[in-house]
């Protein structure tokens, strides 16, 4: 089981060179069995993760690049006849928006993401993917319709939208590593790895970014 403050001290320090800007994870809002460590961010957007959307703080990461990033624990005791243990849950978010400082609403690109919730019969791949650019689409379109026929092609584009399976869903395998016959479900149990896994993907995102 790792260590939560160990965790995100490795990653503030050994991640910091990949960033021109200061990167630094702290402390968030929480309850009394969930610390929650996000990214110190310098201009708004919306993580458009689950309904409301979360209005968040981003950092400038290069050009018009941005990132948020949300390390999410949760601290429970788990019942197994008379003896109690306990487990640490895991929530890793990470998300590339691309926008100009003064636009609130910057288009999120997509979003990696590893969640252990130490469960053996997990089915979701993680760490994974997700996929979410066609918001820069939908909202040109948005903005067309408003300005210019009172939101009818909106209606007709939800329409077709109903039609089409929503690939926002999708957790898009991130290690599958199929060919050597290994899973694509990964737990988060070594603070080590999972640094290397932010420096990997984040230099990995950065390459074709450029």
Excluded at 96 to 103: I, L, N, R, T
């Amino acid at each position: 089981m790792i260590e939560p403050q160990k965790l995100i001290d490795c990653i503030n320090k050994d991640c910091k060179n990949l960033f021109l800007n200061n990167f630094i994870l702290k402390p968030n809002s929480g309850h009394y069995n969930i610390s929650r460590y996000r990214i110190e961010g310098v201009s708004n957007a919306l993580n458009r993760f689950e309904i409301p959307f979360d209005a968040v703080k981003v950092l400038n990461w290069f050009d018009d690049f941005w990132l948020f990033i949300e390390v999410k624990f949760v601290s429970l005791e788990i019942l197994d006849g008379r003896k109690k243990s306990k487990q640490i849950h895991t929530y890793i978010s990470l998300s590339v928006f691309q926008g100009a400082d003064s636009d609130n609403n910057k288009y999120q690109l997509f979003r990696a993401e590893w969640d252990d919730y130490n469960n053996e019969d997990e089915k979701h791949s993680q760490p994974h993917w997700h996929i979410t650019s066609n918001q820069a689409i939908e909202r040109t379109f948005e903005e067309y319709s408003n300005n210019f026929d009172n939101g009818d092609f909106i209606s007709l584009l939800e329409e077709e939208k109903q039609k089409l399976f929503d690939v926002n869903k999708i957790h898009f395998a991130m290690n599958g590593n199929w060919q050597n016959d290994e899973t694509h479900i990964h737990k988060i149990d070594d603070e080590q790895k999972i640094v290397k896994w932010f420096q990997g993907i984040l230099k990995h995102m950065r390459n074709e970014l450029e």
